[in-house]
């Protein structure tokens, strides 16, 4: 016979769950986090409000240079009446819908490539067909697009152009370095070695000053190199020695037995790298290689130094106007709004795939 | 079960006169050994005498100096296609397992038919399967190596080297990291392996599987195979001082 047994619910007492106890245990348990939790309360009572008030209450949106300096909060206008500018350049104004719809194809393919489902061979042609549509969008030439020199490409396409190619390129390059960093053959060893301690003993404004200037002087006369390649040449050569230590990290990581078992089964080095070793060991390195690609999309920005119209320079130019000159705090603003976009998608990006890949731990 | 004649149909395996050093130091120091086809060999020996250089040394994860070593009348030497054609023979079992952990229990039996021997993905699953279902975990296919016992791991490191059809399987002290109560599971599978006519090389020092399992033990010491005897001879009449040392010191 069974015997039902009562068991008289018990629940926790009201403090501890709820809205109450959710405070009560993560903001004043204790005298110093009490006291903490009030200098910040104070701290955000100071700051936020009068921000808000200037960027949104006491700001003009769309008027003139003129009618801007009356207003007592933020001046807005200076994005509104300059956008095109600052994100398409010199790039001419009837056209920019060309760099545009390259832009969005651009977020299209990427947007399709977060899922990994998506990673199979149909997606590399997209991406070949699509990045040889952007490419023939920005510089035209045929098909009834009117040509456009690269020298007058500016703005974010600009800044998307150095970062996602950088990016793209230097990461299996910087792969590549890490191998052969560890390789038995001591010619490439030493040659990797080489290379990356001489990259990574030079800042990347003198590799651009390089690569702009110094690197045409050895070329002959009346041969010359698209600009803006030298840069993304030198941004990627930048950023792959970077990434080659990250890789070195974890590739340092993994231990003998894991190689010993691949070889064992008959895999040979190429096979037991790229079946066994490098899904482990770049699953390891997922959060620092980020912050190297993180920091390199940030760094394009110092392609103005070459005098190369990016983001953050299409922003400064459009300061130097009498009209617009002074409101730098909003332009400014807008402009890290941008850069942060692009990063914190990056850093959510690699968290989604480090969580993905983590299914086997 | 090692009373029953071995079928000898020819040598599998043969050390002749073998050194290696690593650095100064002389880890083997002239082994000559030879195994044939479907012979079952233990070696035991103290810690540090050189077992797993030894048997390293059979699927080249470690490079002998001089001697020379034959695996299936091919002639180990520095040739990449060469080292890999032995390695496709021969399987290797480790203490620690080496469960490639990025890939599921299948994914970890089917890598090596697919890749090396080139075979179509849904039949290396399948045999994949078979071999899972030979060491007793087939419902254990779709997890990864980190959710499995110890046990079960090292049973799911046999099947992947068998998915290979391999003609000589090494085993190097596969039990001594496994708690106790499952040590028999794996030592189970490999008797199981050992009835159907496997050539084996198992160094361990679990004696009760040697005597029943065996054809050969020996012995090794500071780099050299002092002794090899069937195993009712190796045991109770072994021949030299420190195998009986060795032997009191672990039958307890
Ligand atoms: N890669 C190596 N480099 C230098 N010395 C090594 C290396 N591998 C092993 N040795 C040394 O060689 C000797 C023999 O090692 P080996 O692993 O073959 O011994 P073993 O008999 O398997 O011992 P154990 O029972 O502890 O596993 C040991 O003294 C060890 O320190
Ligand atoms: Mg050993």
Redesign the interface.
């Known amino acids: 016979m069974e015997q039902a047994v009562q068991v008289k619910e018990l629940r926790p007492p009201i403090t501890h769950i709820g809205v109450i106890g959710w405070v009560k245990n993560n903001l004043f348990n204790g005298v110093f986090n009490s006291i903490l939790t009030i200098v910040t309360l104070f701290l955000l009572w100071k700051v936020v409000p009068p921000f808000f008030r200037w960027a949104l209450i006491d700001s003009a949106w769309h008027t003139t240079g003129q009618a801007c300096r009356q207003a007592a909060g933020a001046c807005w206008s200076i994005i509104s009446m300059n956008y095109r500018f600052i994100l398409f350049g010199f790039y001419p104004y009837e056209e920019q819908w060309r760099p545009l719809l390259a832009m969005l194809i651009l977020f299209g393919l990427l947007f399709y490539s977060r899922d990994r489902s998506h990673w199979k061979k149909p997606l590399a042609y997209a991406w070949i067909i699509g990045l040889f549509t952007m490419g023939l969008l920005m510089k035209g030439g045929i098909f009834g697009l009117s040509s456009v020199e690269s020298t007058q490409w500016g703005g974010l396409p600009l800044t998307l152009l150095l970062a996602v190619f950088g990016l793209t390129a230097a990461y299996p390059l910087g792969v590549i370095l890490a191998l052969g960093r560890r390789s038995q053959m001591h010619g490439v060893k030493a040659l990797c070695i080489l290379y990356i301690e001489l990259i990574r003993g030079v800042p990347l404004i003198s590799l651009l000053f390089m690569s702009s200037i110094i690197f045409p002087l050895f070329l002959p006369e009346g041969v010359t190199f698209n600009k803006i390649l030298r840069a993304q040449v030198a941004i990627i050569l930048f950023t792959s020695a970077y990434i080659a230590e990250v890789v070195r990290g974890g590739l340092q990581g993994m231990s003998r037995g894991q190689y010993e078992a691949a070889e064992s089964i008959g895999l040979n080095y190429y096979l037991t790298m790229r079946l066994v070793i490098l899904p482990q060991a770049l699953k390891i390195v997922i959060p620092p290689t980020v912050s190297q690609l993180i920091s390199a999309f940030k760094d394009t920005s110092l392609v103005v130094i070459i005098a190369l119209f990016d983001l953050l320079k299409t922003t400064q130019s459009v300061l130097s106007n009498p009209e617009w000159m002074g409101f730098s705090r909003e332009a400014y603003v807008f402009v890290a709004i941008l850069y942060f976009l692009g990063c914190f998608s990056m850093s959510n990006y690699s968290r989604k795939l480090e969580k993905e890949l983590s299914r086997g731990d | 079960m090692n009373t029953e004649k071995k079928a000898s149909e020819g040598q599998m395996i043969e050390f002749i006169d073998v050194h290696k050093w690593f650095g100064e130091f002389h880890v083997l120091q002239g082994i000559n050994l030879s195994v044939d086809k479907q012979e079952r060999i233990v070696i035991c020996g103290p810690s540090g005498s050189g077992k797993s250089t030894l048997i390293r040394c059979i ?1 080249r ?1 470690e490079e002998h100096q001089r001697g020379r070593i034959v695996v299936d009348g091919i002639e180990l030497i520095n040739n ?1 296609k060469n080292i ?2 032995i ?2 023979e ?3 079992v ?1 203490q ?1 397992f ?7 229990i299948v994914e970890n039996l089917a ?2 038919p697919i ?2 021997r080139k075979v179509p993905k849904k039949e290396a699953e399948e045999a994949a399967m078979y071999y899972l279902d030979k060491v007793h975990i087939p419902e254990q296919a779709r997890k ?3 959710q499995l016992s110890g046990g079960q791991q090292q049973r799911v ?1 046999i099947a ?2 068998l998915c ?1 059809n391999p003609k000589v399987m090494l085993f190097d002290e596969p039990t001594s990291a496994l708690d106790p109560e499952m040590i028999k599971e794996v030592l189970d599978v490999m008797i199981e392996l050992a009835q159907e006519g496997m050539t084996m090389i198992v160094v361990t020092h679990e004696m009760g599987f040697a005597r029943s399992v065996a054809h050969r033990v020996l012995f090794m010491d500071f780099g050299k195979i002092v002794e090899g005897n069937t195993p009712e001879e190796f045991f109770k009449n072994p021949q030299h001082e420190r195998t009986r040392l060795f032997l009191s010191q672990i039958l307890h």
């Open positions: 699927n994860l990449t890999e054609k390695r496709a021969v399987g290797m480790f620690h080496n469960l490639f952990p990025h890939l599921t890598l090596g890749w090396v990864y190596p980190g490191a992947r080297s290979m």
